[in-house]
């Protein structure tokens, strides 16, 4: 079976600090896709990447980065120079298997605040 | 920018009332996808639909719940006889159809209030 695991509930910093959210899957599938949505207040979810499970190169965005391990099964996604902004709930999502249907498998989600 | 689009942002109804949300799909996709959040839950994944007919749902996806997309553009979810637990908030996502794992684009959502 297939499943995500975001194993920080909450995560407190101070505008300026970087900040790392962890993301673990589970996935039996040699073919999958992984990726983190933004959930800030006002409630919609916003595609931040997608990431296929062939390509391990890291990824840089901006102030945004993502390490992707196979051997440690972790999509990990680190915002650098945190801002007031960046304060929203950030899920971690799994798809993948050749007769998927491309559902998303979502983990728990990391809840950041950063404060001014 | 193509975006989805839902309506209403905010449902209120009765225990045992049928509800009908709405969705707009990105125009060019052919991937559909419901979702339902749980205040402070993660997203649960709930149907999948493709060339009109579902193509995998969850165990949430009883025979309370159908879809459909009765026209080009429209996809709709319909829960026949609200229970108080599906109150939450439901996204509607849209995929394009070029490859089945592609990115996944979410609508800003409905939230379901059942009283």
């Known amino acids: 079976a297939q499943k995500v695991t975001q194993a920080q509930t909450e995560i407190s910093v101070v505008e300026k600090e970087d900040v790392t959210l962890d993301c673990v899957y589970e996935?039996?599938?040699?073919?999958?896709?992984l990726f983190w949505y933004k959930q800030p207040p006002s409630g919609e979810l916003v595609f931040l990447i997608r990431?296929?499970?062939?390509?391990?190169q890291n990824e840089i965005s901006g102030r945004y980065s993502w390490n992707f391990q196979k051997s440690t099964s972790s999509f990990n996604f680190t915002i650098t120079a945190s801002q007031v902004v960046d304060s929203a709930v950030y899920f971690c999502a799994l798809s993948g298997g050749s007769s998927n249907t491309g559902k998303l498998i979502f983990g728990q989600g990391t809840t950041l605040q950063v404060k001014p | 920018e193509p975006e989805v689009t839902q309506t209403p942002s905010h449902q209120v109804t009765q225990m045992g009332q049928e509800v009908i949300l709405r969705c707009v799909p990105i125009s060019n996709h052919l991937y559909f996808y419901w979702y339902r959040q749980i205040l402070g839950q993660k997203v649960e994944f709930l149907v999948s639909f493709y060339n009109n007919e579902i193509s995998e749902k969850s165990e949430i996806f009883d025979d309370q719940f159908s879809v459909e997309r009765p026209d080009g553009s429209n996809f709709t979810l319909k829960i026949r006889s609200t229970k108080l637990e599906d109150s939450a908030m439901y996204f509607c996502?849209?995929?394009?159809?070029?490859?089945?794992?592609?990115?996944?684009?979410f609508g800003p959502g409905t939230r379901l209030t059942v009283l």
């Open positions: 996935t039996r599938d040699t073919t999958y896709y």
């Open positions: 996502a849209s995929q394009d159809g070029y490859r089945r794992t592609d990115t996944q684009y």
């Open positions: 990431r296929n499970s062939f390509d391990e």
